[in-house]
């Protein structure tokens, strides 16, 4: 660990487009790390022990020293109160600021997307409801049947107009089948993949019918599906290091990418790709460890293969 002015970071921090954040906390202890996800109810945060969540309830502010993630604060504020325009405006000055940074242009690209989307659709949920409310009472049925029965509908919908089936699984909702030629096949998605974000919204802790709903509501509009998947990378006792497996790392805004693969190595056979995000090494988080020790994860592991954990992004339609 290196000490350099303010803050206690790995010496990978030491970069001149990477800053420290600090979140205060209502009994006015402070802490020093990156804020790598933001949640409705807690925040990510990246520290020198590791990744760790943070209850929203017990912050009383989050402090950003990169000017950047301030416009980008200011965006998502105005996005939670539904003034779209202005969000688009402080994501694109983010942007603008820190070409690099990936998230501003993703929350740009997922705030377009809803205002174009939400202008052809309408208030969709509220005519969801009545129209549940109206059917009951038309039908004579208890409410909670009919909402049963329009998830059902949901998920038949979801299979035939995408070509899939989701499972929750923990904190998140996976991918249980993925059919051949359709809409999530050709965008690249398999089974197993974890739905981590659309258009930048989270979707960790969502059950499934809540992310069905964001994968089909509204129609009419393109939308940027963000998931992570598991690349089982075999190798040699004697071949365990990055070079040999074929696969070259480089320090982005958002944690470690990866910057170039081999062909024919063992990375391309095991599905990495370039640009990619990587996350965990044999489930441990590295998205912000040392280059250093993400090789020692590797030339310490005992098993003949290697789980390389990354996120990437599809772009899909709602039909």
Same mark, same amino acid.
């Given at each position: 660990m290196i000490l350099k002015k303010w803050c206690l970071l790995p010496s990978l921090f030491l970069c001149t487009n990477l800053f420290a954040d600090t979140v205060i906390l209502k009994n006015g202890k402070e802490i020093k790390g990156l804020v790598v996800e933001e949640h409705s109810d807690r925040i990510i945060f990246s520290t020198e022990r590791g990744e760790?969540?943070? %209850? =929203?309830? @017990?912050?009383? #502010?989050? =402090?950003?020293?990169?000017?950047?993630? #301030?416009?980008?604060?200011? @965006?998502?504020?105005?996005? *939670?109160d539904g003034k779209l325009g202005e969000a688009l405006a402080f994501y694109e000055k983010a942007a603008e600021v820190n070409p690099n940074f990936e998230e501003a242009q993703k929350a740009a690209v997922g705030v377009r997307n809803r205002f174009w989307a939400s202008s052809m659709e309408g208030p969709r949920n509220e005519m969801e409801k009545q129209q549940v409310i109206y059917d009951s009472w038309g039908k004579g049925l208890p409410i909670e049947e009919l909402i049963k029965k329009g998830e059902v509908e949901q998920q038949k919908i979801l299979r035939t107009n995408l070509g899939v089936v989701l499972e929750k699984k923990g904190d998140w909702v996976h991918l249980e089948i993925v059919e051949l030629r359709k809409e999530a096949a050709l965008a690249g998605l398999k089974k197993n993949d974890r739905l981590i974000s659309i258009d930048s919204q989270s979707l960790r802790y969502l059950g499934v019918e809540a992310v069905a709903k964001h994968l089909m509501l509204p129609r009419l509009s393109h939308y940027l599906l963000e998931f992570e998947r598991n690349c089982f990378l075999h190798k040699e006792p004697a071949k365990a290091d990055l070079k040999q497996l074929g696969v070259k790392l480089r320090l982005g805004h958002e944690g470690l990418v990866i910057d170039s693969v081999k062909q024919g190595s063992a990375a391309e056979k095991a599905g990495l790709k370039e640009n990619d995000l990587l996350v965990?090494? #044999? *489930? *441990?988080?590295? =998205?912000?460890?040392? %280059?250093?020790?993400?090789?020692? %994860?590797?030339? @310490?592991?005992t098993d003949d293969r290697i789980v390389f954990t990354v996120r990437r992004a599809a772009l899909l339609a709602r039909k």
């Amino acid at each position: 660990m290196i000490l350099k002015k303010w803050c206690l970071l790995p010496s990978l921090f030491l970069c001149t487009n990477l800053f420290a954040d600090t979140v205060i906390l209502k009994n006015g202890k402070e802490i020093k790390g990156l804020v790598v996800e933001e949640h409705s109810d807690r925040i990510i945060f990246s520290t020198e022990r590791g990744e760790i969540p943070i %209850l =929203r309830k @017990g912050v009383s #502010n989050i =402090r950003y020293d990169d000017p950047a993630q #301030n416009f980008m604060r200011v @965006g998502k504020a105005y996005e *939670e109160d539904g003034k779209l325009g202005e969000a688009l405006a402080f994501y694109e000055k983010a942007a603008e600021v820190n070409p690099n940074f990936e998230e501003a242009q993703k929350a740009a690209v997922g705030v377009r997307n809803r205002f174009w989307a939400s202008s052809m659709e309408g208030p969709r949920n509220e005519m969801e409801k009545q129209q549940v409310i109206y059917d009951s009472w038309g039908k004579g049925l208890p409410i909670e049947e009919l909402i049963k029965k329009g998830e059902v509908e949901q998920q038949k919908i979801l299979r035939t107009n995408l070509g899939v089936v989701l499972e929750k699984k923990g904190d998140w909702v996976h991918l249980e089948i993925v059919e051949l030629r359709k809409e999530a096949a050709l965008a690249g998605l398999k089974k197993n993949d974890r739905l981590i974000s659309i258009d930048s919204q989270s979707l960790r802790y969502l059950g499934v019918e809540a992310v069905a709903k964001h994968l089909m509501l509204p129609r009419l509009s393109h939308y940027l599906l963000e998931f992570e998947r598991n690349c089982f990378l075999h190798k040699e006792p004697a071949k365990a290091d990055l070079k040999q497996l074929g696969v070259k790392l480089r320090l982005g805004h958002e944690g470690l990418v990866i910057d170039s693969v081999k062909q024919g190595s063992a990375a391309e056979k095991a599905g990495l790709k370039e640009n990619d995000l990587l996350v965990r090494i #044999n *489930e *441990e988080t590295t =998205r912000y460890t040392p %280059l250093q020790k993400v090789v020692q %994860l590797i030339q @310490g592991s005992t098993d003949d293969r290697i789980v390389f954990t990354v996120r990437r992004a599809a772009l899909l339609a709602r039909k």
